[in-house]
């Protein structure tokens, strides 16, 4: 067996296996060969973050260059951008890759610190034709898209505004969603409201992909949701069916999740 390699691109995070440290343990799972990009580094623990600081973007550059210099890139997987200029150069040289691309747009961090700029939406809303897929969770789709996601149906909204911005696809992590906007108590399929959604769109059809709300919340799951697309595309599998099977890998990644010895609050995947 030979590993693929694949560019991964975000931040840094102190006292977590959030980030990059999430995108190179979940490629090598998924026997992909890691070849990590730090953008920003983000000092935080304990859901508390202190500092947020953006690697300078000829630095960024650099490490562009040298990933570019080591060999064949087969794919990329983009995170946390940090800066406008930064956001641009990574968009950049992610064009130039012939292999699948995959951006998760990340606006807030998980512990709720500013990752993305105004700013630097704008740079990367310019260049989302670049990816073959753009990934977002409810609140940062909410915010590229200027709308409250309360519904299903307001996330097909989002997901069409995001396409006519030049996605070539989406796909929302809703989480639980009613189907349309009323009283949960009135909704006859209130029931379905225990299952974590995504949705996808791609410019033409949508498409719901569901699988059970767990309690557990690791480190990591969006990284191996966004990789498992990465390595399917890499597989030569259609859109839909890598999206099928990321979605199972990335479920059991949460369902495996176990505590750290001395932080029980604190789960982490085994891949």
Known sequence: MTLRPVAVVGASYTASERGLAADVLCSRALHLA????????????????TDVTEVPVDTVRAQLE???????????????????K???????????????VVLDLVASGPSGETVLEAAGIDAVVTRLDVPDLVTLSKADAELVTNAQIESLDDAQVAAQRLSHRGARAVLIRCGALPYRFYDAADDPGADTDRQFADLFYDGDDFALFEAPLLDSAPDGAASALSLAVLAALLDGEPMEVALQRAKRFATESVRQAVPVDGHPERLRTIW
């Open 86 to 100: 930064t956001a641009a150069a990574v968009l950049d040289a992610a064009a130039k890759i012939e292999g699948p």
């Open 34 to 49: 890691p070849l990590p990009i730090c953008t920003a580094i983000v000092v935080a623990s304990g859901g508390r973050v």
């Open 66 to 84: 040298h990933v570019e210099a080591s060999g064949p890139v087969r794919g990329m997987k983009i995170g946390i951008l940090g800066s406008p």
